[in-house]
């Protein structure tokens, strides 16, 4: 049987790995991202080592962006207008296919990861969800009745504006371009910014955490009037801070006032917002299982 392999593309660092499930992820190797040449270039010389030894039936990118993940564009499989320095305009997916000559799954992370999650994680069965990575960047995804979210382009979660008091937080924020969005807001490095610590250093009791709830449940309030998800997915390294969770759900609650009239929300908000169901795996194993749907699609086309 062939193996499939997956890139989770994030803007510090690469994950190459082969597989075909969380039971079977292996031969992991991480590397930092630098120029698009070299990075690009040590996926494909990954890929052709490892083929040496069992064949690949398809790879999978999950890539940060933003991208265009539209089959039919003349730019498929790009990274577009990322503010990224030499990462502008990068084919990317299409290098992929010219080089190995298999099929290539392109998506963005986190349609990658939600589709991870909804095929082995925290979202199994359901057909309509977000997943949200709360990191470096902000950035959301997920499946809509069953297909992943795309539209004109992709969803831009990270980047919608909140209504805020400024004169509880007057920081500027940090997105190059909307300053105080939700990601200029809420990133990692926005933490960093406002409060001079990194995110993961500030104590649990620091203000940081409660500011960084209260931003975070407004813009999942707007996503579940506006999208009616069944469950909503929070990763990325900010999220590893377990005890947010339960102060996303009481503000959530909070400000959606019992209006959305439903048991998941009402009775087990524990189980409707969490953590992912495969830990910090679920980048490159949905990159695996983007790569699972292109071959899919190839034998079905062929
Ligand atoms: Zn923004």
Redesign the pocket.
């Known amino acids: 049987m062939a193996a499939f392999g997956g890139i989770e593309a994030g803007g510090t660092k690469f994950v190459c790995a082969l597989g075909s499930g969380p039971d079977d992820l292996r031969e992991e190797e991480r590397f930092p991202t630098t120029t698009p040449e070299e990075t690009i270039g040590r996926c494909i010389a990954y890929f052709e080592n490892r083929r040496r030894r069992e064949p690949i039936a398809a790879i999978g990118i999950s890539s940060f962006g933003p991208v265009d993940p539209n089959p039919e564009s003349p730019t498929w499989g790009y990274i577009t207008t990322t503010p990224k320095p030499g990462w502008g305009q990068t084919p990317f997916a299409g290098r992929i296919a010219e080089a190995l000559g298999v099929p290539v799954g392109f998506d963005t992370d986190v349609n990658g990861a939600a589709l991870g999650e909804n095929r082995w994680g925290a979202a199994q069965g359901l057909d309509s969800f977000i997943y949200l990575t709360i990191g470096t960047g902000i950035g959301g995804g997920g499946l809509l009745g069953g297909k992943l979210m795309h539209g004109l382009v992709h969803p831009e979660m ?2 919608v504006r909140l209504p805020r008091d400024t004169r509880r937080d007057p920081f500027e924020g940090v ?5 105080d ?4 807001l809420a990133s990692g490095p926005a933490m960093e910014k406002r409060w001079g610590t990194r995110a993961e250093a500030l104590p649990d009791a620091h203000p940081a955490w409660d500011l960084e709830a209260h931003y975070l449940a407004v813009a999942l309030t707007g996503f579940i009037c506006t999208l009616s998800p069944q469950r909503i997915i929070l990763g990325g390294g900010v999220m590893e801070r377990r005890s947010i969770f339960p102060k996303i759900r009481e503000y959530v609650l909070q400000l959606l006032n019992g209006y959305v009239q439903s048991p998941a929300i009402l009775e087990r908000i524990g189980e409707f917002i969490v953590p992912p169901g495969l830990g910090n795996t679920s980048g490159v194993l949905g990159a695996i299982a983007l790569a699972q749907d292109a071959a899919r699609n190839a034998a079905g086309r062929g």
């Open positions: 990270g980047h997105c190059p371009y909307h300053g969005c939700l990601e200029g």
